[in-house]
């Protein structure tokens, strides 16, 4: 039976087992031999990875073609309007083409967050704003273009779930075996 880990990666942890650099990476947290990401999460990103052993599992998840929708949580510099929402609905242009539409709302602040360290540096004359945004597609650094792309640039961002399979329950750094 193939092995599916749901992991929470922590800020500034690399989406590999290794590094040549010093940074820490996912072997830093999981001691399981022989399980590979599905997809990549940015070093500058929190929250859900996915790991197995199976390639056919590790394809599934991964593959453009599947369309798997992955939700993230991401804070952005400014007081969003819902034009620029509208706009993440509608698909966004990049340099790479336009996005697919996209799930996008305004949420409160997330209470039950785990502290990042370091923290998001906080700047008393500039507001900012949660949103959460579900996506279909996973070009490189996407979400950070696109809330860029309508002028709300991203603070933080938290991936929350991929497909089914959710972080909730997982403290910052903490894996645990999923169902498939």
């Not at 820490?24 to 999981?30: H, M, Q, R, S, V």
């Not at 399981?32 to 070093?43: A, S």
């Not at 952005?76 to 340099?95: N, Q, W």
């Not at 792309?149 to 645990?176: C, H, M, Q």
Request: with cysteine; aromatic share 8%; net charge positive.
């Amino acid at each position: 039976m193939p092995k599916l880990i749901l992991f929470n990666k922590p800020y500034l942890v690399l989406s590999k087992f290794t590094d040549g650099e010093g940074r820490k990476t996912l072997a830093d947290f999981i001691k399981i031999p022989d399980v590979y990401p599905c997809g990549r999460l940015d070093y500058d990103s929190e929250g859900l990875l996915l790991l197995t052993d199976s390639g056919r599992l590790q394809n599934y998840i991964s593959s453009p073609k599947h369309k798997l929708s992955k939700t993230y949580i991401v804070q952005v510099e400014g007081e969003i309007t819902s034009d620029a929402i509208e706009k993440l609905k509608r698909g966004v242009p990049l340099k790479d083409g336009i996005t697919l539409p996209a799930e996008a709302r305004k949420i409160d602040e997330p209470q039950n967050l785990w502290e990042r360290n370091p923290p998001i540096r906080f700047r008393k004359n500039i507001p900012d704003t949660w949103l959460e945004l579900t996506i279909r597609e996973g070009r490189n650094r996407q979400v950070r273009r696109m809330t860029a792309a309508v002028g709300f640039p991203t603070l933080r961002l938290i991936r929350k779930s991929i497909g089914d399979w959710s972080v909730d329950g997982l403290g910052v750094g903490e894996y645990n075996f999923g169902k498939f």
